[in-house]
């Protein structure tokens, strides 16, 4: 009997499969792999903490056509091994994922054109039962934050883009690591209504430019009625990429 299930992202473009008792992935996902724009012909991607795939799945829908290479690096073999499951059932043969711990990485530094990551969220007071779960959202079981940014910079090769998704809470830590490594920082605040405080935020960044911060506009991921907005809509069902 299989202990895990196939879901679908992207309106049923993607199909994934993940545990049925541990970790699944959520909009967050989505949603960072909207924000990575500026990719070019050939261009390689790295996928930090990939967990069950949905990030590295949803750029590799978005950007098939573009002859990119998409690597995956997760800790717990039994996500990395769902989520090569799910790149092959979806024909991406140009998505692997590699289990191995960032503080022992077997891959070169400096050799990847864009560098991404949804890491683990430091919320100790929101637990999770599931042993997955709690590695994925923890910082118990997997290095700080720092450690995870400053990994991340050193896997992006020059004139490389760096995208984050993390808790509005952390934006002080994450601009506090990045400073001074990237530039072009831009933050995209994601709020839950328009007029609400984010809870969220993407962070872009760039390797060896000197362009200033630029705060972006907030996106609204529900209308008032609690529908998905326009914009949302067209990103978690029709796989578009984000504006900012």
């Known amino acids: 009997m299989n202990d895990y299930s196939e879901n679908h992202l992207l309106d049923r473009k993607v199909k994934i499969y993940?545990?049925?008792?541990?970790?699944?992935?959520?909009?967050?996902?989505?949603?960072?792999?909207?924000?990575?724009?500026?990719v070019k012909q050939n261009d390689n991607i790295l996928d930090v903490g990939s967990g069950t795939g949905a990030v590295s799945l949803c750029l590799a829908q978005r950007l098939k056509?573009?002859?990119?290479?998409?690597?995956g690096l997760e800790i717990q073999p039994r996500l990395a091994e769902l989520a090569n499951m799910s790149a092959a059932e979806n024909g991406f043969d140009f998505v692997k994922f590699i289990n191995a711990d960032i503080k022992d990485c077997p891959l070169p530094f400096c050799s990847f054109a864009h560098v991404i990551s949804?890491?683990?969220?430091?919320?100790?007071?929101?637990p999770s039962p599931q042993g997955s779960k709690a590695a994925a959202h923890n910082f118990s079981t997997v290095p700080n934050l720092g450690e995870w940014i400053k990994f991340?910079?050193?896997m992006i090769r020059p004139q490389g883009y760096f995208y984050m998704i993390n808790r509005a809470a952390a934006l002080e830590e994450i601009l506090y690591h990045i400073h001074g490594r990237l530039g072009a920082v831009s933050v995209i605040p994601l709020?839950?209504?328009?007029?609400?405080?984010?809870?969220?935020?993407?962070?872009t960044a760039r390797k060896d430019s000197k362009t200033p911060l630029r705060i972006c506009?907030?996106?609204?991921v529900h209308a008032e009625n609690g529908a998905?907005?326009?914009?949302?809509?067209?990103?978690?069902?029709?796989?578009?990429?984000?504006?900012?």
């Open 65 to 71: 056509d573009k002859g990119i290479s998409v690597c």
């Open 217 to 220: 506009r907030p996106l609204a």
């Open 228 to 244: 998905y907005t326009s914009e949302i809509e067209n990103i978690l069902r029709g796989g578009k990429g984000l504006s900012y």
């Open 191 to 203: 709020c839950s209504k328009e007029g609400q405080d984010a809870k969220r935020v993407i962070v």
């Open 118 to 126: 949804n890491p683990p969220y430091a919320e100790k007071d929101l």
């Open 18 to 38: 993940q545990p049925d008792d541990g970790y699944h992935a959520s909009s967050d996902a989505v949603l960072l792999a909207s924000a990575v724009l500026d």
């Open 152 to 154: 991340c910079i050193k």
